[in-house]
């Protein structure tokens, strides 16, 4: 049995397996991560290499140590060159990644891992019993759902036939299927406006020798952050928690939130490879989409016939509940509290039952509209590290009156 078990071995999985490890009141031994992949972050670090990321866009602070200058104390000892970039002090992503692999080591996580879905979550008495898909049950006081949002890919009305009709010419950047689409004939097109199409635009015209084209419906959003830094701290924050309602919640997070934005420095670079002739920005919407003697033809709404020799999507995730069908059934079965939109209610710890916590999107009511990212990792973990400081109080003043 385990006193702590994460579904999900991601940023957000991985943050509040280091900081609960780290923290000296969980052994290694009654940890336990759940994912599919065999490595820590395998879907963070592939996503990132597919778009040709090289810097974060979130400041140096933003790591999964507990300590927030600890990524400066460890670009300093390991000598990295242009560790950082530009006013924000964005960490270089191959340093980042490295960083985290030591604090897996010195946390030992190595020895915390299962590869495999979770499939099932059920509660007996006060414990969780989880079955994997390796047919295994494991079985936990605690259980932490990290699922993250990554492996369910939106696809917009008109890709939908397409993806399963020609999957060697389009695929979506989530996904893990359709490679072949990435690597195909030219003219390539892109579609989506955020930092991960224009990222992933800009890795396809380096290696490409024709321009690539980006297609993208509304004009480019710039923004440094994916949202204010106002909602990490009271600037925001204070007045968010005193809103009871969750309807209301959910409109200010939407809000809030700079979905399909890019950085300054992303959009400057994008606008000179543009004026470069390397890549075209086309500003249309996709009406409908079909495969013709080997190429993708796109009907647009102003600009008309538009032909690609393969495309990219690169249009974020649906905006449904993570990890749906494990999920949905936790919630039926338990009946754990939502919101109308569908989420966790939850307490200010983040727990939603009786030692079931959550955090990322799922806790996005909550934590706001950082929940999301690394940021929102940090302030998931601390939260759930605060509520097992405050169970292990309880306990000791349960001992002693005992
Ligand atoms: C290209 C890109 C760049 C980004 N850059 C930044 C940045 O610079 N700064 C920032 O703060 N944020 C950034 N983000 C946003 C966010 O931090 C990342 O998306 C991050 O990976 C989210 O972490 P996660 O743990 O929620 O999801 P993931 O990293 O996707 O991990 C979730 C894991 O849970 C697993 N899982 C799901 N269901 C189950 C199940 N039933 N059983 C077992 N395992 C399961 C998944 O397979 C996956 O391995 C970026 C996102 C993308 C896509």
């Known amino acids: 049995m385990y006193q702590w078990v994460i579904i999900g071995g991601g940023i957000q999985g991985c943050t509040i397996a280091a900081h609960l490890l780290l923290s000296g009141k969980v052994n290694k031994n009654d940890l336990l991560i759940i994912d599919p992949f065999p490595e820590p972050l395998e879907k963070w670090k592939r996503l990132t290499q597919r778009v040709g990321m090289d810097y974060l866009r979130s400041p140096s602070v933003r790591h999964l140590h507990p300590d927030p ?26 340093m980042f990644n490295d960083h985290c692999m030591e604090i897996f080591e010195i946390a030992g996580l190595e020895n915390c891992w299962e590869t495999a879905w979770a499939e099932s979550l059920d509660k007996n008495g006060n414990l969780w019993s989880i079955t994997t898909s390796s047919n295994r049950k494991v079985v936990s006081k605690q259980v932490v759902l990290a699922l ?21 010419l389009i695929s979506h950047v989530f996904s893990e299927r359709g490679m072949e689409a990435f690597h195909g004939a030219s003219p390539a097109a892109i579609t989506g406006a955020g930092t991960t199409a224009v990222h992933l635009a800009l890795k396809q015209a380096h290696h490409s020798s024709e321009p690539v084209y980006l297609i993208k419906r509304h004009p480019f959003r710039v923004k440094d952050f994916d949202s204010d830094p106002g909602w990490l701290g009271p600037k925001f924050l204070n007045q968010y928690e005193r809103i009871n309602s969750y309807q209301e ?8 939130r700079n979905r399909g934005s890019v950085t300054q420095s992303l959009y400057s670079l994008l606008k000179r490879r543009e004026a470069e002739g390397k890549i075209e920005i086309i500003t249309d919407d996709i009406m409908t989409a079909d495969v013709h003697e080997g190429k993708i033809k796109l009907q647009l709404k102003k600009q008309g016939k538009f032909s690609a020799g393969s495309l990219l999507l690169a249009t974020g995730a649906a ?41 990322g999107a799922l806790a996005e009511l909550e934590i706001g509209p950082v929940a999301r990212n690394i940021a929102g990792a940090r302030k998931a973990a601390q939260r759930i590290l605060e509520r097992l400081e405050e169970r292990l109080s309880e306990r000791k003043s349960a001992s002693y009156r005992s």
């Open 249 to 256: 919640r959910r409109k200010v997070i939407t809000k809030a």
């Open 148 to 168: 993250g949002v990554n492996d369910q890919p939106y696809y917009p009305g008109w890709a939908e036939p397409l993806v399963k009709e020609a999957p060697d």
């Open 319 to 359: 905006s449904c509940l993570p990890g749906k069908g494990l999920v949905e059934e936790v919630i039926r079965k338990n009946q754990l509290p939502c919101a109308p939109c569908g989420f966790p209610v939850v307490s200010k710890e983040l727990e939603w039952a009786d030692g079931l916590f959550v955090s």
């Open 69 to 94: 200058y600890h990524l400066k104390s460890f670009a300093k000892t390991s000598d990295y060159a242009g560790g950082f970039k530009g006013y924000y002090k964005r960490p270089k992503l191959d």
